[in-house]
């Protein structure tokens, strides 16, 4: 019996302005709900479109611990669809990635379908005759998940009701487009293969942890910082190699920190950097710069590239670095068990320096086997170990907290705000029904 489910008032009693209960993080009760809730209201982040180019291809992923698949249609679309046979609810495909042709077929019993989920085929069809199949909801076929592409990252929301994707993500769509324009053709491609990395820690923590601006100058003292010392007595004007040139700004300092800003918007997405970043002292490459400023103008192009925004949070699933190219994708297993998916994505017409840069960033930061991950997802397990102790059932959210602060606004960098605000989403999309 999950003791949240029909009880609104003890949910929302565990979000505060500004303080939230320990079990938003440990209690498995909300884990379960989280998913019946939270993540099938919300629009979460599915796949790229350039990663089914052909009519037949497929990825598959899960959606608040639903299977589902992304599958490009015979006319070019794309459809997000349940990934279970109507028969008897076999897994239709077990790849995460692949080619299926004209049909899906269940490894089960054989039925088949129709790329948009109707279905084509039943063996033995006959044997069903006079029975109730026909009025039965497995006749439906797969069950279609609405689904949306905005400049080809693609969405789906399990729940039928609910705002559109623009009216959920809002003004905060534009780190997309920024993302996209740095393209001189406008387009971009996922470009290499994936790293997952799981985390033994709740979801909300890396969520959180993307604007915490906070915490660098400690948890990354022994990567950041010891990168910094080593390039110290280099001369000012010395070429920085690349690893120096991503690694050492995390070790900026508060003061760096604070004044890059933070701007949170409704449904709990976020983006910090608004001024600068960690990605704003980057070598200039001006043959690039030239075919920017052709493309779109000079002053246009200035706006693209000069606009280098730190991490952007689309509530709850997916996180973009649009200066840098790369994504992280939020696929929760339990309520201690996450995986993040990093991906890298290739700017159609511009050097392949751009792809480089984002795939040493992507292995530097964001992988398995990077310096600086690691000393998140230690933070990240202790949190998860400090919090099941006793004492102090609370977690401060309290830095920077203004009584009745707006969820669509600018302020310094170290602020707590963009935690406050996912959590004023998480608990209006918990809501009982």
């Given at each position: ?283 200039a490459v001006p043959e690039y710069e030239a075919a920017m ?39 929760p297993i339990a309520v201690d068990r996450t995986v993040i ?93």
């Amino acid at each position: 019996m999950n003791r949240y489910r029909d009880d609104p008032a003890a949910l929302r009693a565990l979000v505060r302005e500004d303080a939230v209960h320990r079990d938003v993080y440990l209690d498995p009760d909300i884990f379960r709900l989280e998913m019946e809730r939270l993540w099938a209201r919300a629009w979460i982040y599915v796949g790229h479109a350039s990663q089914v180019p052909e009519p037949g291809d497929f990825i598959t992923c899960d959606i608040a611990a639903e299977p589902v698949l992304m599958l490009r249609q015979p006319d070019g679309t794309i459809r997000v669809l349940r990934n279970r046979c109507a028969h008897k609810g076999a897994k239709l495909l077990s790849d995460r990635s692949g080619h299926v042709g004209r049909f899906l077929r269940c490894p089960y019993h054989n039925w088949s379908y129709r790329p948009d989920g109707q279905i084509a085929a039943i063996p033995r069809r006959e044997g069903y005759d006079g029975t109730g199949l026909a009025a039965c909801e497995a006749m439906r076929g797969l069950g279609v998940v609405r689904s949306e592409d905005y400049r080809g990252f693609v969405f789906a929301r399990l729940a039928g009701d609910g705002p559109d994707l623009a009216s959920y993500f809002g003004n905060s769509l534009s780190s997309i487009d920024y993302m996209v324009d740095r393209s001189p053709t406008g387009e971009m491609e996922v470009a290499g293969g994936v790293l997952r990395y799981l985390h033994d820690s709740n979801w909300k923590q890396f969520v959180e942890n993307l604007n915490d601006t906070m915490h660098p100058m400690a948890a990354h003292d022994s990567s950041a910082g010891t990168a910094k010392e080593l390039w110290a007595d280099q001369p000012a004007d010395a070429p920085k190699p690349m690893a120096i040139e991503q690694l050492v700004p995390f070790a900026g300092g508060y003061e760096f920190f604070d004044k890059m800003g933070v701007r949170v918007f409704p449904n709990g997405h976020s983006y910090s950097g608004v001024h600068f970043s960690i990605h704003s002292a980057y070598a200039a490459v001006p043959e690039y710069e030239a075919a920017m400023q052709a493309a779109y103008g000079p002053e246009r192009a200035q706006d693209i590239l000069g606009t280098v925004r730190h991490n952007t949070v689309y509530y709850p699933s997916l996180t973009i670095k649009g200066a840098i190219q790369t994504i992280r994708v939020v696929r929760p297993i339990a309520v201690d068990r996450t995986v993040i998916e990093s991906w890298s994505f290739r700017l159609k017409g511009a050097p392949d320096l751009f792809y480089q840069r984002n795939v040493t960033y992507t292995r530097l930061i964001n992988s398995p086997m990077s310096v600086v991950g690691h000393d998140d997802q230690q933070c990240y397990r202790l949190i998860q170990e400090g919090l099941a102790a006793g004492g102090n059932e609370w977690v401060s959210l309290h830095r920077d907290h203004h009584p009745g602060e707006a969820d669509d606004l600018t302020v310094n960098g170290t602020s707590e705000i963009s935690m406050r605000n996912q959590f004023r989403a998480w608990a209006n999309l918990m809501g009982a029904p």
